[in-house]
């Protein structure tokens, strides 16, 4: 079946712009998160979204950093007025319930690059 | 708080000989641990995970991990190393106080050599 899928794979950007990365969760999964991966480290918790409740945006580095989520399904994560230090990995995942048993299924990720 | 350390950057391992890539924790709780793979250029797949039950958690691709509550331990193990388990292995924990956010360590990266 379909995994999570993320979209641009890829995107380069100049500081300053703004950009908005796509997910698609595994149809049927009600939690999402978002997570940034920078080179050569582990994840960084972003944003948890988890059926119509209030997301938790305690990982959101700035509010510069913001993400909606639809129901249960398509979620955008924006970043305004890009820095150079956003340049990271994206990395989405989704998971069939509540619960941190539960585990995540990864999108491939949406690789960022700030010029 | 939660914490997860893996504290080795990486592993270097002849094809066929076991591997062991360790994790420790620390978490209130009971903690649900769990170990996920990454492949370059893609996301993280999951591989095992420990809830409850035996300390001997068997996953994909042979890999097995054994929780040591005294330790506080969760070390991935396989018992013959293939050149194509070259990836970066992430440890991750969370715990029974309800809480959805897992806690990844900084991964490690396993090398193994023909």
């Known amino acids: 079946g379909a995994g999570v899928s993320q979209s641009p794979s890829n995107k380069v950007t100049e500081k300053g712009k703004d950009v908005e990365l796509r997910c698609d969760p595994i149809s049927g999964h009600t939690a999402l998160y978002w997570y940034r991966q920078r080179l050569g480290q582990g994840l960084e918790f972003l944003i948890y979204f988890q059926g119509n409740s209030a997301p938790d945006k305690s990982g959101l580095p700035s509010d510069r950093f913001s993400a909606e989520r639809t129901g249960e399904s398509v979620s955008t994560l924006t970043i305004q007025r890009t820095q150079q230090e956003d340049s990271a990995v994206y990395l989405c995942a989704s998971s069939l319930a509540s619960g941190v048993a539960q585990p995540q299924h990864f999108g491939d990720g949406t690789r960022l690059s700030i010029l | 708080a939660q914490s997860v350390a893996q504290p080795e950057d990486q592993v270097n391992v002849a094809e066929g000989n076991p591997l062991t890539v360790k994790c420790t924790y620390s978490?209130?709780?009971?903690?649900?641990l769990f170990w996920y793979v990454q492949y370059p250029n893609r996301g993280l797949q999951f591989l095992l995970k420990y809830i409850t039950g035996d300390n001997l958690v068997k996953g994909s691709y042979g890999f097995e991990a054994e929780f040591n509550k005294s330790q506080t331990s969760f070390h991935l193990k396989k018992p013959s190393a293939l050149v194509s388990d070259s990836a970066l292995y992430f440890c991750a924990v969370g715990h029974s106080g309800g809480y959805n956010k897992l806690i990844f360590g900084a991964g490690t990266r396993l090398a193994v050599h023909p």
């Open positions: 978490v209130s709780g009971n903690p649900y």
